[in-house]
């Protein structure tokens, strides 16, 4: 096998609109670099695969579609072949425009080109390699965030920083699980040297709220910084199945926010990368791989219902919306957490709008081979529920379930979430789907792998 990996830098220029929460103002600064990092991969019968991640809060399909016509024209690696993910961090550029967040066209043009040529530098550094896995747990810095009250509701856990005690009473448990596994793959140089650790943990990098204004690439930017100071190599982030997942604690009412915190959660997680390696390496198990490493990619696009909506609905938004616009609202209605009432209006008009030209979302499903393990991409949110029953299911260990890849749908809920009420199931074109999607993704992404192990 063949490997090459290459990483640049992406951070805009101070002002650019950041998104993942409702601001009332652009960037007013750069606290950390964000980057763009691509390896790729060239197994023994010729097959190569591109996998890109990124430090922004999403990549739209269209954008993805421009950067694999990029790459291929310049690599020659199919475009199917190339994955595309963001870490979903809530402090980087505007790039999905929603809740009427403005995406600046010139910058998103120029970082196609970005993408693309970091490809091309990966395609050139191809050599030597072997690849070995490991599977690290990390479990004290993730929490479900919907939380069932003792009186039979349901609340999500943002709501209880800074409340009072006899709130904070009433809490009876989560309302769903987290995935505490720190999935890890790295790349070998012919020399035995790490050239690549390319690691996967489903945990919102939200800790940086609506209150900041700095950009930064949230907890992913700690763990990957310490990862390649203590390996020498290049660390890539994908998020996971990290729909419903946070870091706040509900129990600790003590605990920050901020850069302070998102370094203290990075670190965890960036430290237990490095764990799961060395543990790798101290057991002795028949990783690393040697000789024949099968590589292999599949795809499929699948049509999933858009969510119907009421005439009454329709009607009730557009009362609520009372003619203003999004950037009218916005300047009003800032919030540190959620989104305003009257944001969700203008949500629902626009989605109205878009399911009256196509009832479907054309959803592409993508699986990656690599030796013993796999990598399935989602362009979505998908709650944890469904990453672990992938996991589970999948013929492959370890299986990296990713998020915010080769497009985004929004939230993935499961179908209960819906009758629970919540941020997430909540109709926006941020949670689009009808309730089935979860399902419907779920079986699918399941077929992929198990057609790569035939």
Known sequence: MKAGVAKAVITPYVGIALEGNVRDKGSQGIHDDLYVRALVLKGDDGTELAMITSDLVGVPKDFCDGVRTLVEAETGIPRGNVMVTASH??????????????????????????????????????????????????????????????????????????CDEALRRGIAGPAGPVDPEVAVMEIQGASGEPVCVFFNYALHPAILAGDNFDMSADYPGYAMRLIEAVTGAVAMYTNGADGNVNHINVNDPEQGRGFEEAERVGTIVGAE?????????????????????????????????????????????????????????????????GVPDEIYALEILELAALREKDPYEHIELQAFRVGDAAFVAIPGELFVEFGLEIKGRSPFKPTFVIGYANGYVGY?????AFSEGGYEPRTARTSQLAKEAGRLITEAAIQLLEGLAR
């Open 89 to 162: 961090t809530h402090s980087g550029p505007a790039m999905l425009g929603l809740f009427g967040i403005e995406v600046d066209r010139g910058y998103t043009e120029v970082l196609k080109r970005k993408f693309a040529g970091v490809v091309c530098m990966a395609h050139r550094r191809l050599g030597e390699a072997t690849v070995r896995f490991a599977v690290g747990r990390e479990d004290s810095v993730a929490f479900n965030r919907r939380i069932w009250m003792k009186d039979g509701t349901l609340r999500m856990n943002w709501e209880f920083i800074g």
């Open 412 to 416: 993935i809920p499961t179908e209960k």
């Open 273 to 337: 990368v490095i764990k799961a390696l060395a543990r790798t390496r101290k057991s002795a198990l028949p990783v690393p791989a040697v000789g024949h490493v099968p590589v292999a990619c599949a795809s499929r696009v699948i049509d999933v219902p858009r969510r119907e909506l009421t005439g009454e609905e329709v009607d009730a938004a557009r009362r609520l919306a009372g003619g203003r616009t999004f950037q009218e609202l916005s300047k009003l209605l800032a919030l540190v957490d």
